[in-house]
């Protein structure tokens, strides 16, 4: 069993649909938790960052954290052709070392 | 403009040759890391370097060398024991204290 489980998709929604991406995991010692958005053929780039549980919010994004579930979410509102693409999970136990462990990515398609 | 260069952006190799990926990044970030990406997967970690002249082994080391010379410079060699070596490969840095990491544009290596 993979230490961190996405939802698979393809999720395919229409222009303006409140969008939700799911990551659970195994590993209760991760603290730092990261979604990253990645368009084809391009590198990720960060998109929310969060320590241990809770919510963050940057515009039309909402990070959610559950540690007593191992479960953590991405709400996109409002959301626009502009977010299609693949949006992966990682996690941190600290960051002495670094190393995150990814989810394997889920692919968006927002229809206008 | 700061920022994580890979080169070259397409890369063909034909089979039991060794061969270079370039990684350089001005954020002055302490650790470089290197990530292997298949179609549809998400990202397994090859190396990652915390430090100059130190690297550690990721979880698909085999098949794959690096070097830290530099704290700018973190390159990539897929020799010929690789057995399957055609993939889309990433390298990430990331600032000391911090979890996130930031992504250069890739480079999609093909064997022929």
């Known amino acids: 069993q993979k230490e961190v489980e996405q939802d698979p998709g393809p999720l395919s929604v229409p222009e303006g649909a409140i969008v939700s991406l799911n990551c659970t995991y195994s590993n209760s010692a991760f603290q730092y938790f990261m979604w990253y958005r990645q368009y084809s053929r391009k590198g990720p780039e960060l998109l929310m960052y969060t320590y241990s549980s809770g919510n963050k919010e940057d515009g039309r994004f909402t990070a959610q954290v559950d540690k007593s579930s191992k479960y953590i979410s991405l709400f996109i509102r409002d959301s626009q052709p502009s977010d299609s693409a693949t949006y992966l999970c990682a996690m941190s136990v600290n960051t002495n070392a670094g190393k995150s462990t990814f989810g394997d990515g889920t692919t968006l398609t927002v229809k206008p | 403009d700061g920022g994580i260069t890979q080169s070259p952006k397409y890369l063909f190799r034909k089979e039991g040759q060794n061969v270079t990926l370039s990684c350089e990044q001005n954020l002055n970030h302490d650790a470089m890391y290197w990530y292997r990406q298949d179609p549809g997967q998400g990202l397994r970690l090859i190396y990652y370097?915390?430090?100059?002249?130190?690297?550690q082994k990721g979880d698909i080391a085999e098949g794959y060398s690096v070097s830290r010379e530099k704290k700018e410079s973190f390159p990539l060699t897929v020799t010929s024991a690789q057995k399957n070596p055609t993939a889309f490969y990433l390298c990430?840095?990331?600032?000391?204290?911090?979890?996130?990491?930031?992504f250069g544009p890739g480079t999609r290596l093909t064997v022929l």
């Open positions: 990430a840095s990331s600032p000391s204290g911090s979890a996130e990491q930031f």
């Open positions: 370097s915390q430090i100059v002249n130190d690297f």
